[in-house]
């Protein structure tokens, strides 16, 4: 009969070999998401999500100077993380992220312009920061500086024009994405392979969505509570593959990415649709 003790080692060997597996999972698959244990993530998840939500009760500044230094550090993140592999300059990606974000404090219109004028911005600088050099340095140049800054500050900027267009709307949208994640990880932490967790945020999400479709915040409906509920379950494990496809590598090394990928999708489409 195996001791209290034995019985513990042979659950430290278990979970390693499991840890193991999905460490060479992550680095095998391209867009894989992996789920990082090594830093107090529940923590700094609570921490975003009693932020946003008291920020967005109050007003899209203060949204803004929640998500604009966010967007800042995913920026940076992403572009260093090509740097190993392209030419980059990672600080103006974060600084590209950060303006691109702080635009959708002048609406919809305004973070339109903020897209525009980032492509123009992005490739006059390329030319620039990667001077005699061959046209494919510089195109490579100018791919990671939007891929890094482009798809963040968009979703940062969502969530702030969200936020200045109604409450309601903005609240449901982390509500729906927060319950997703919170799923995700508790359960795709401990998996093995790659569906679970997503499947248990997508549970989580249909939760929420049902207790929408009652609240019917503004300016939803029932049915519109459920139709918003379900393109978000599309949306975000989606934009958490999309995250990865911006990323050099899927495991490679961006929280600030991580924080905002399931809004990589989510938070444009409802700013298009509502």
Known sequence: MATPSTRRQRKKQVGARRNQDREQRW???????????????????????????????????????????????????????????????RRVSALFAAVLALSGLAGTFGLGLGVVVLAFAGLAYSHLGVLHKSDQDVTRFAGVLVRSSLPVGLAAGSLIVLTGRGVGAAIALFLLVSGYEVGDYLVGSGSANAVEGPIAGVAVLAVVGAGLALAKPLPFDGPSAISFSILTAACCPLGQIFGSAILPRGDAWAPGLRRLDSLLLAGPLWLLLL
């Open 27 to 89: 680095k095998s698959d391209r867009y894989a998401v992996p789920y990082r244990m090594d830093r107090p993530t529940i923590g700094l998840s609570v921490g975003w999500f009693v932020s946003i939500v008291v920020a967005m009760s109050i007003s899209g500044w203060l949204v803004a100077a929640v998500v604009v230094p966010v967007a800042a550090i995913a920026g940076l993140q992403t572009g260093h993380a090509w740097s190993r592999y392209v030419p980059s300059d």
